[in-house]
């Protein structure tokens, strides 16, 4: 399983950037993919997860901003980001679990400038 993240960059405040989430090795209707970002100091916090039944979550934060999809004929989940504020400074990464192990992508860097 290999999960390779890409997408990010520099952006205004209030603008937007679609990160995507590419998996191979497994279907993504066999498992979950969250969305994770590492502000610079600051610990890893769950951004966002899309399951291989459909259900969605977001952290409170970024409800209404954030929207979270897959596509599954090209095996990768994107992270639509809008209304981009400077807090949303961070390393993203998505992430799975697999028969017990952790997988992660090498991460994004999203800097939004204020």
């Known amino acids: 399983v290999q999960l390779q993240a890409s997408g990010g960059g520099l952006v205004q405040a209030g603008g937007s950037l679609r990160l995507s989430c590419g998996v191979s090795g497994i279907n993504l209707r066999s498992i979950i993919i969250y969305w994770y970002r590492q502000p610079p100091g600051k610990q890893r916090e769950l951004v966002a997860s899309?399951?291989?039944?459909?259900?969605?979550n977001y952290v409170d934060s970024v409800k209404g901003r954030f929207t979270i999809s897959r596509d599954n004929a090209k095996n990768t989940v994107y992270l639509l980001m809008n209304s981009l504020k400077p807090e949303d400074t961070a390393v993203y990464y998505c992430?799975?679990?697999?028969?017990?192990?952790?997988?992660w992508g090498q991460g994004t860097q999203v800097t939004v400038s204020s």
């Open positions: 992430n799975t679990e697999f028969w017990g192990r952790y997988y």
């Open positions: 899309i399951s291989g039944g459909g259900s969605i």
